[in-house]
């Protein structure tokens, strides 16, 4: 189970922090992601990061401004969201990988938690 949390409303070049909560299960040696969706918008990778050894990817639109961490005692993954820009204004989920490997393909992510929106006013 992943349980997302940390969205709300924040003006541009604000900060804000998501965290995702993992339980029932391991997930080392798999990949964490985050993804959002915007309104009438394609679903989005946005960043992920391997559980073990904390290797990272990152959508071009966010390098610089996102930072994906992992805390293995909490089980818990963070979305660090700095400089933040109207345009990043979405639903933010987190996703677990289901098969090894760090991976931008939403295929590749077998579980979800739910959305937490993240609103950025200009």
């Known amino acids: 189970q992943l349980q997302a949390s940390g969205g709300g409303l924040v003006r541009a070049g604000g900060s804000l922090r998501l965290s995702c909560a993992a339980s029932?299960?391991?997930?080392?040696?798999?990949?964490m992601g985050w993804f959002r969706q915007a309104p009438e918008k394609e679903h989005e990778f946005v960043a992920a990061?391997?559980?073990?050894?904390?290797?990272?990817l990152y959508t071009d639109s966010v390098k610089g401004r996102f930072t994906i961490s992992r805390d293995d005692a909490r089980n818990t993954v963070y979305l660090q969201m700095s400089s933040l820009k109207p345009e990043d204004t979405a639903v933010y989920y987190c996703a677990a990988a289901n098969r090894p490997g760090l991976t931008t393909n939403q295929a590749g992510y077998g579980y979800w938690g739910q959305g937490t929106l993240v609103t950025v006013s200009s």
């Open positions: 029932g299960r391991s997930f080392s040696g798999y990949a």
């Open positions: 990061i391997m559980w073990s050894g904390g290797r990272t």
